[in-house]
C-alpha cells in the first residue's frame, strides 16, 4: 500500500480521536443479560449494568428461547447462508410470519 494512503488513515483516525469520536468495542465474556461481563484492557472482568442491548424483554438468555433455537438448529441448520430471495425461505420464517401477522392483526 502507498505511504500517502496510510498516512491518510492514520491522520483521519487522529482527527477522529481528537475530537472524541473513536469508538473502540467492548470485549463481553458473558451472555447478554440485564448485566454483563467486560474483559477490561490488563485482563480483568468487570460487571456492567447493560443499558444498551436491544433485549428489552430479558429474552436473549431464556431458558424457552435457548431451547427453541437448539431445537431450531437440529432442524434446519445453522441458516441460509444467503438472503431469502436468492436461496429460498425456510419453513418456520413463513410459520412466524404468519403467526406474528396473527398476533398483530
Given at each position: 500500500?502507498?505511504?500517502?494512503f496510510?498516512?491518510?488513515?492514520e491522520e483521519n483516525?487522529a482527527?477522529?480521536?481528537d475530537?472524541?469520536?473513536?469508538k473502540r468495542?467492548?470485549e ?10 467486560v ?17 428489552y424483554?430479558g429474552l436473549a ?13 437440529k ?10 430471495f436468492?436461496?429460498g425461505t425456510?419453513?418456520?420464517?413463513l ?11
Amino acid at each position: 500500500m502507498s505511504n500517502n494512503f496510510i498516512s491518510h488513515i492514520e491522520e483521519n483516525l487522529a482527527q477522529i480521536k481528537d475530537a472524541g469520536l473513536y469508538k473502540r468495542e467492548r470485549e463481553i465474556v458473558s451472555a447478554q443479560g440485564e448485566k454483563i461481563s467486560v474483559r477490561k484492557k490488563d485482563s480483568h472482568q468487570v460487571e456492567l449494568i447493560n443499558l444498551c442491548a436491544n433485549n428489552y424483554l430479558g429474552l436473549a438468555n431464556h431458558p424457552r428461547l435457548i431451547e427453541a433455537a437448539h431445537d431450531a438448529f437440529k432442524s434446519h441448520g445453522y441458516g441460509m447462508a444467503s438472503v431469502r430471495f436468492i436461496c429460498g425461505t425456510q419453513d418456520v420464517h413463513l410459520q412466524l410470519e404468519k403467526r406474528l401477522a396473527k398476533f398483530l392483526g
